[in-house]
RNA sequence: GGGCGUAUAGCUCAGUGGUUAGAGCACUCGCCUUACAAGCGAGCGGCCGUAGGUUCGAGUCCUACUACGCCCA
């Protein structure tokens, strides 16, 4: 025990013994009952680490670590997602290379000077290279940033075992990924169809509805004329007038009065002169604009609904790239109408409004001013441009979107999961309920896991959708862009009577909704996957509901027939002191390695600890210091308890004996200390590290202002009155270290390696039974009636501005529980300096104290 | 527009229908007290968002409203 304990180094000191000693390995031994297994979020490497992050990984840490004192075996592994766009555009920048999947492997590649980082977007410079070299060099820069996290997470104290670490774009991950795909193509769970696609024309990708955002934007209602038969025009309201020559019908409601006669007859789109039916449907708004409006493909996804159900044709102005296309699509056929479209073709859509604005001004066709307003519009949630619908083929995933029974099914599943905190699991019914289509997984882009197959070629060259060629799960992961598929040569590819590989990945959520299968070793080590699978525990943050949790009951529900876990927990935001959410753009990040190391590790924990499941916190330093003031005050007190035992009576590792505690107050203490295990426990059993910390401190720190000085005097002593004391605090030491231990790892096994063996991380949690013997005789009232005296003792004290140490001539103290003040009467004499303590009994409830302070 | 949540001391938050609503921080006034001055003691500080209702009794339950946050349209 050092003579002057501090905090400094600890941090150091502890995790490279922890490391050194395996103390988190997890027992692969263990049955499934007897393990507690993590599904811990991976987090992007090729992002940073910020305070949100240390916030939600320490609630799951001290969770894992009272289960892990409870006796489970925790499994509690790490992963590492680098899988997507924002590893595709970090690698391509940090190298200096872009990935051209029709490239082959190359075994020799190097990729060129790593040295100035390259602009964003298409840099000519950028070398070509194939999707597994890219791969390649993608695990090579990840590796890199793990290293860096891997540092974090530790000076953090998790408690991660980490030999047990996955990345999402790592071989074992590519083959889940591809194996879970090919049984959902097996059971008719996943299948290829072209329809509407939300489009980005940046990323030049499809995205799924998980993926969108609605952002106010400004627009304008142009007032535009089409014609009927009769010359008469035919007013409608529209924000994208561009797609004038998109435009496929017009529609209104079918109990609207004014339309009625418009029904069944057709009418000319101005400027292009197409001849368009006018439709009913209830979709159709009365009361906005003239309460009629044009069907384009696609203008948004009302339109989709419009073509589908009222069987319309399809003309498709809009290009992947966001321009119009250079061909003017069917019907548009007139010369006028043919040379006005080749104004607008190859503009983009901006571009395209301005000049077809400027026609319908020419022609007269626009009615009065813009109307001005601003409305939501769909972006894709990393994109800048807004979302446009073109139609593609796609792989879908079915999440109960087209299917009431599947739906019903999922929002079961939903029901089964264990929510923390409860009221969480509206998002999920929300959403589940709101899904409007399945589950859209390719991806248009080039770094991902490829979708594991290929396609006959016809005579033709075209390739035969309805076939796909799959490989055996035995050879997977496989790129189809290198890879042969079984029964071709390569000479074959991309040849009449060849085959092609699909070119698309898959959405990361694919892979990501898998991470139980993946970190669980899923068909690749069955041992452990039947030790660890359904898991414990899900933790992750409330935003990403939608996305990951909800894909990964998906997976689990088709591939298992089970959830993937049985507790779900969800952390909140951490605001900054505006009560905003902190985010990089408003320069109000701090790192977490800076935090660390000016606060002390222990006492971030001690502040994330403070954050229940689901609520939002605010950044607060202030916390952390209350929280390092409190570590300190673990090695003060412990380092007192221990030192008050004369050194040759203390023996290293020595249980503490109850049946020495003999005297009432320190069994009412020890009577307090059991009921603090007992809802510690039951706190933590429900996730509620929060509550679990609240009480042991508030415990600990009344234990140091008033029994610790009540019982100082005694327990310097020699007779068996000092040995009781010892006896109690050597056992509230043994039992405070083991209860704050989850939230504060570090201080409490610096304490604990004061006079105990081993880690208090690798202890049995405290159970009331280790010292029921003295506590149950406890008298709780002893303690708090001997409290009353000494603070009353203290308030005239400072009062008469004197010191604590000042003697009192007398104190009379008088109450209906005098008595048990009587049996403390030693130590309170002591620990307030009394000459004299008259106790008189009397009826009234509550203890009155008369303090006569010595001259 | 729909759903969920929050509203208690200057700040951050506890408060599980039942005495006079609590803690920490901040602030004020004190104290060198051999575990701890990175400490200790004491004190100040509340129309518990607003308005109704249920109840013997409401910070707590119900309804409406207001403000803020998040999710979804």
Redesign the pocket.
């Known amino acids: 025990m050092p003579a002057k304990p ?2 400094d180094g600890l941090e150091e000191k502890w995790a490279a013994v922890w490391d050194e000693q395996d103390t988190y390995a997890f027992d692969r031994t263990a049955e499934r009952a007897e393990v507690f297994s993590i599904d811990t979020p991976p987090p992007t490497v090729s992002g940073s680490l910020h305070v949100g992050h240390v916030f939600s990984y320490t609630h799951t840490d001290t969770v894992a670590r009272f289960q892990r004192m409870r006796g489970k075996a925790v499994f509690y592994p790490m992963g590492w997602d680098d899988n997507g766009l924002p590893t595709e555009r970090r690698v391509q920048n940090y190298y200096g290379v872009r990935c051209d999947p029709s490239l082959p492997y190359d075994p020799d590649f190097e990729p060129p000077a790593q040295t100035a980082p390259h602009k964003r977007g298409g840099d000519p410079r950028q070398v070509p290279v194939s999707r597994g070299n890219f791969i390649e060099l993608c695990e090579r820069l990840t590796a890199e940033d793990e290293k860096a996290f891997e540092a974090t997470w530790r000076r953090l104290g998790l408690s991660v075992d980490w030999k047990h670490t996955y990345a999402t774009i790592d071989a074992a991950s590519r083959a889940a990924s591809q194996r879970a795909f090919l049984r959902n193509l097996a059971r008719g769970e996943a299948y290829l169809t072209e329809a509407p696609t939300l489009w980005d024309v940046t990323y030049r990708t499809a995205v799924a ?1 998980a993926e ?3 952002r106010e934007r400004p627009g304008a209602y142009h007032r535009i004329a089409f014609h009927r038969p009769d010359g008469e025009p035919v007013h409608i309201e529209t924000t994208r007038p561009e797609l004038i020559p998109a435009c496929v019908a017009l529609v209104a409601h079918p109990d609207d009065e004014r339309y009625q006669a418009l029904f069944g007859q057709t009418v000319r789109t101005p400027i292009f002169g197409v001849e368009v039916p006018v439709k009913a449907h209830p979709l159709a708004e009365p009361d906005k604009g003239s309460g009629i409006a044009m069907i384009c493909t696609f203008g948004d996804l009302t339109d989709v609904t419009w073509w589908r159900e009222l069987r319309l044709e399809t003309r498709t102005v809009i290009g992947r790239d966001g321009r119009v296309l250079a061909d003017p699509p069917r019907g548009l056929d007139s010369e006028s109408g043919r040379a006005a479209y080749a104004e607008l073709a190859g503009a983009t859509v901006h571009t395209a409004r301005e000049r077809i604005v400027a026609m319908l001004r020419d022609s007269g066709e626009l009615v009065g001013e813009l109307r001005p307003i601003t409305h ?1 519009v769909k972006f894709y949630e990393r994109g800048d441009k807004p979302l446009e619908i073109v139609s593609t083929r796609q792989w879908y995933v079915r999440n109960g979107g087209r299917d009431d029974e599947l739906r019903a099914r999922l929002v079961e599943r939903g029901a089964e999961l264990t929510w923390h905190p409860p ?1 969480m699991r ?2 999920y019914d ?2 589940v309920g ?1 899904l409007n289509g399945d589950w859209l997984v390719s991806r248009q882009r080039f770094f991902g896991v490829p979708f594991p197959v290929w396609y006959p070629l016809d005579e033709a060259g075209e390739p035969r959708y309805d076939r796909p060629i799959t490989p055996d799960e035995s050879a997977l992961p496989v790129d189809p862009s290198s890879d042969v598929p079984e029964g071709y040569r390569a000479e074959q590819r991309d040849v009449p009577g060849g085959f092609t590989g699909d070119p698309d990945v898959m959405d990361t959520w694919m892979t990501s909704s898998l991470s139980p299968q993946i970190a669980g070793g899923w068909e690749r080590d069955p041992d452990l996957f039947a030790r660890v699978f359904p898991m414990d525990l899900r933790p992750q943050g ?2 990403i509901i ?1 996305t990951w949790l909800f894909s990964t009951i998906v997976r689990a529900h088709f591939e298992h027939g089970t959830l993937p876990w049985r507790n779900a927990a969800l952390s909140g935001w951490i605001l900054d002191p505006d ?1 905003k ?1 902190m985010s990089k753009s408003k320069g109000n990040v701090v790192t977490p390695i800076g935090l660390l190391e000016e606060h002390g590790s222990d006492a971030v924990r001690y502040w994330a600890a ?1 954050g ?1 499941p689901g ?4 950044f ?1 330093t ?2 952390m210091k ?1 929280g ?2 409190l570590a ?2 673990i090695l ?2 412990s ?2 308890a221990l ?1 008050v035992v004369p050194e040759e009576q203390a023996v290293r590792g020595a249980a503490p004996d109850p049946e020495a505690v003999t005297e009432p107050i320190d069994r009412a203490m020890l009577a307090e200390l059991a009921g603090v295990v007992d809802d510690a426990t039951a706190a933590l059993e429900g996730y509620d590290y929060t ?1 679990a910390l ?1 009480r042991t401190e ?1 415990f600990f720190w009344e234990l ?2 008033d029994y ?2 009540l019982v ?1 005097a005694r327990a310097y002593d020699s007779d068996p009155a000092a040995g009781s004391a010892r006896a109690a605090l050597r056992i509230a030491l043994s039992v405070l270290h083991r209860l704050f231990a989850p939230v504060l790892p570090f201080v409490t096994d610096e304490v604990w390696s004061w006079w105990q063996e081993g880690s208090v991380h690798a202890q049995p949690w405290p159970r009331t039974e280790e010292f029921a013997s003295a506590a149950q005789a406890g008298d709780p009232a002893v303690l708090s009636a001997a409290s009353t005296v000494l ?1 009353a003792v ?2 005239a ?3 008469a ?5 000042a003697d009192v001539e007398r104190v009379v103290v008088t109450g209906k529980s005098v008595e048990a003040v009587r049996r403390a009467a030693g130590d309170v004499a002591a620990a307030g300096r009394i000459r004299t303590l008259d106790l008189v009994g009397s009826d009234d409830a ?1 203890l009155a104290v008369e303090v006569r302070l010595a001259d």
């Open positions: 501090s905090l509805q969108l955002e609605d939501p009221y509206a998002r929300n959403w709101g409330h935003d939608r009560r959410k403070s229940r609520t939002d916190t605010a607060d202030g916390q209350v390092r003031r300190i005050k003060n007190a380092k007192f030192s509550r609240e508030r140091c202002d610790l000085e100082k603070r203290r308030k004290k400072s009062e501005k004197q010191s604590m140490r509550e």
